[in-house]
């Protein structure tokens, strides 16, 4: 097997705080380890287009705490197709690049997945997404960020809640996935969190409320997952307010702001260990997997077992929110 000597990386999908922080310890490991790197711009989109430059140990300074990533993203139809893809592999053998390093989420996975498969580039993947819905690892890039993110708003909103007997509707990021939305529940004090994996009746909400009303609770907040099959925070504050009138019913969308902010101690810590166990798995001769964490240690599964599957709810978590919130 040919060593790798010239590793590539890019960014895919949505921005995740801590991309940066995994962008930094992939080229600062591959330099270590007498490699050249090079950066990608644009995604796999920016691939296609040749927007490839050589980084040095330089290059990645002052990034480490930044949110976003400096490397830009986004999401290619082109590389859908095998005439995109193969213009991309062109830009990489031009310049000689052995490796690509991904960061980003299982339709990232599944691009990188395709091109090794296409023209047998050595492909690793870092999952970077808030919503920590990925199976193989405890915890994505960008998640803990997002949650801490999503708790300090709802903390805010908590404050006018109870200065006029309100009810809030919060819905928090997650099309498939709850995990931020029970997270933040659990964190925050709600009283109910409304999440695409489990189906919670408007007439069971209103009971929980009840309850909560009737235990002396003089203001209250719901976490709606955006993904809930009763719908957003405005649909399900609709229906509620016309059935239950005891509260001035508010409802906020917190949107692309919980992708946003630098990045926790956390993710900082999680992107640099995944990036540079994705350099060593290269150089140890690993190829088309994810690096992932599980139990504080660095496992690799391939990607395509991460590719159209997503993590299950945590049920401990589940329990211990409906508890807790009478």
Do not use: W
């Not at 690049?97 to 339709?107: C, E, N, S, T």
């Not at 870092?126 to 193989?136: E, F, H, V």
């Not at 949107?255 to 995944?274: E, K, N, T, V, Y």
């Amino acid at each position: 097997m040919k060593e790798v000597q010239k590793i590539a990386i890019l960014t895919s999908g949505g921005d995740a705080p801590g991309m940066n922080a995994a962008i930094r310890a992939v080229v600062r490991s591959s330099i270590y380890y007498k490699k050249e790197v090079y950066a990608i711009y644009g995604g796999y989109a920016g691939l296609i287009e040749g927007k490839i430059k050589k980084f040095h140990v330089r290059s990645v300074s002052k990034i480490l705490g930044k949110g976003g990533t400096v490397l830009k993203s986004s999401r290619s139809e082109e590389f859908r197709t095998y005439e995109g893809r193969q213009k991309a592999y062109n830009h990489l053998k031009k310049l000689g690049i052995d490796a690509l390093v991904v960061v980003g989420g299982d339709g990232s996975f599944a691009g990188a997945h395709q091109f090794h498969k296409d023209f047998g580039v050595k492909v690793i993947g870092i999952p970077g997404t808030i919503d920590n819905d990925l199976p193989n690892t405890d915890f994505t890039i960008g998640y803990d960020t997002a949650t801490n993110t999503v708790t300090e708003c709802i903390d805010k909103l908590r404050d006018t809640a109870n200065s006029h007997n309100r009810l809030f509707f919060v819905e928090v990021m997650g099309r498939d996935s709850g995990y931020i939305a029970l997270r933040a529940c659990i964190a925050t004090g709600a009283i109910a969190v409304m999440l695409p994996e489990e189906k919670m009746e408007i007439d069971e909400l209103i009971q929980v409320l009840r309850i909560g009303y009737q235990n002396k609770k003089t203001s209250s907040v719901v976490v709606v997952a955006e993904g809930n099959p009763n719908g957003g925070a405005y649909e399900v504050a609709q229906k509620v307010k016309e059935r239950y009138k005891e509260y001035d019913t508010k409802y906020t969308v917190l949107g692309h702001l919980q992708r946003g902010g630098a990045p926790s101690c956390f993710d900082r810590i999680l992107a640099s260990q995944m990036g540079v166990a994705a350099v060593e798995a290269l150089l140890d001769g690993k190829n088309d997997v994810m690096v992932g964490i599980i139990n504080n240690k660095i496992k690799f599964t391939p990607l395509v077992d991460s590719v159209g599957i997503h993590n299950p709810i945590d049920e401990e978590l589940l329990r211990i929110s409906k508890i807790l919130s009478i």
